[in-house]
């Protein structure tokens, strides 16, 4: 059994009009949420294994979800 999403049952769309390269140990957020961060263990095909830097709960989440997170925004979030 695979368990739904809010983006999955009320169809939100996660799509973004550019590329990103996304590779294990980037921090990244889903979607337009600032938060949480989650750090990326391992990527593989359109899936990355994460984990919450906060709860240290490990997650799969589907790659085109994930946005990375800059070292300047992490930087204007703690201000």
Known sequence: MSLSSYSDIYAI?????????IQA???VRTGP???????????NGDKAWVRNTVTG???LAI???CRRIVPEALAIAAE
């Open 25 to 27: 140990g980037d921090l």
């Open 63 to 65: 790659l085109s979800r």
């Open 13 to 21: 769309s996660h799509d973004r009009g550019y590329e990103e390269d």
């Open 57 to 59: 709960a490990d997650s």
């Open 33 to 43: 949420n600032l938060y949480p961060h989650f750090e990326v263990v391992a990527v």
